[in-house]
């Protein structure tokens, strides 16, 4: 079974930094894309960025230049650093990865619970 596992956030203020960590546990084969998502209640969950495992990146264009992705793959984990964050970036942040597992043998996504993060003085 796969769980996937984030940390890291919080309240912070405009202006300021946060940094997010992500790992997935379990029973994994390969992991191939892992990524972070954001979502707003009662708005769809946006990509905010995702790296390969090769470490390709893409990003929003609306956090290009800001936040950084990052990944580990001996650890099976991703971080996002966020810099010079603004209040509407106030959300629930996903961790998302596609997992291949042996038993039972296929490839999926999955999802972490979600860590608040609010931007406010």
């Known amino acids: 079974q796969i769980q996937i596992v984030e940390s890291g956030g919080g309240l912070v203020q405009p202006g300021g930094s946060l940094r997010l960590s992500c790992a997935a546990q379990?029973?994994?084969?390969?992991?191939?894309?892992m990524a972070w998502y954001r979502q707003v209640p009662g708005k769809r969950r946006d990509l905010v960025a995702l790296?390969?495992?090769?470490?390709?990146?893409t990003y929003a264009d609306s956090v290009k230049g800001r936040f950084t992705i990052s990944r580990d793959n001996g650890k099976q984990s991703i971080y996002l650093t966020m810099n010079r964050l603004e209040p509407e970036e106030t959300a629930i942040y996903f961790c998302?990865?596609?997992?291949?597992?042996?038993?039972?043998?296929?490839?999926?996504?999955?999802w972490g619970r979600g860590t608040q993060v609010t931007v406010a003085s």
């Open positions: 998302y990865a596609r997992i291949t597992t042996m038993e039972p043998i296929g490839t999926n996504d999955y």
């Open positions: 379990g029973n994994i084969f390969v992991n191939y894309d």
């Open positions: 790296i390969t495992k090769e470490h390709t990146t």
